[in-house]
């Protein structure tokens, strides 16, 4: 593809020879937005195939009516089931009682899946992820984002089975050998006096989330991310 091509109607095609940075400025110029990397990086791998003009469009129409409702009735979401798709629908209300939301988009999976949803703190600059959903082939993952759970071990030790058996299970256990000692993707803590070590990186992933458990996760968030206002979730 030739450089001095480069217009809204290139088709994006990553890898073939047009700097990311070129299609980041393209992007902020139209938007007026300045996404993190990891942002802006999901959000163009998800218009792979588009013209630069339908890809701006599709994403002023998303930031326009951010209802992940509507998102998920796209046909690029015929792979997740009813069930699933309710799921992510009540999530995403339940979590913006907390002031987290989706941005208004939907990007691509990366190695986790075909699609994710990446929920953050809203009309803040520093993007720090407090969950993400997985949108697989044939299922949906919950991840959230958990530290200090030491803190937290009396709740943890009374939760539900399905909520506890995240932190106790072997999903995710730290694999490394020899032990690497000051690793920072190690997260290490006590549940019943067991010491249990788990990768950062693969932690606290609560597969084939449902809507009957979701008052649950909904109490987890609330235990590790408490509102400033309590009265923000008293009607959740």
Known sequence: MNKNTFHEDTV?????????????GFF?????????????????????GKTLKNALAAYDKASERENIKEILSEE???????ADKAFIVAFDEEIGKFEYDFGGSIGGGICWG??????????????NIVARIYIRENDIVLRL???N??????????????IKAV??????????????????ARKTYAIDGRKIEKCSGIVFEFRNPTIAKLPDYVD??????PPKKSESIKNR
């Not at 759970?149 to 399905?162: Q, S, T, W, Y």
């Open 76 to 82: 690029r979401f015929h792979i997740v089931s009813e």
């Open 12 to 24: 994006i095609e990553l890898n073939k020879g047009i700097p990311l940075a070129k299609f980041r």
């Open 220 to 225: 987890l968030l609330a235990e590790f991310y």
């Open 149 to 162: 759970v030491d803190k937290h071990r009396a709740f943890i030790e009374k939760a539900p089975e399905h």
């Open 167 to 184: 932190f106790t299970g072997d999903h995710g256990n730290c694999s490394c050998n020899p032990k690497k000692e000051n690793c920072r």
């Open 114 to 127: 075909k699609y994710m949803v990446i929920y953050s703190k809203k009309g803040a600059k520093n993007k």
């Open 28 to 48: 902020e110029e139209a938007t007026g937005k300045d996404l993190s990397d990891w942002e802006f990086r999901c959000w163009l791998d998800a218009q792979t």
């Open 145 to 147: 984002f958990i530290n």
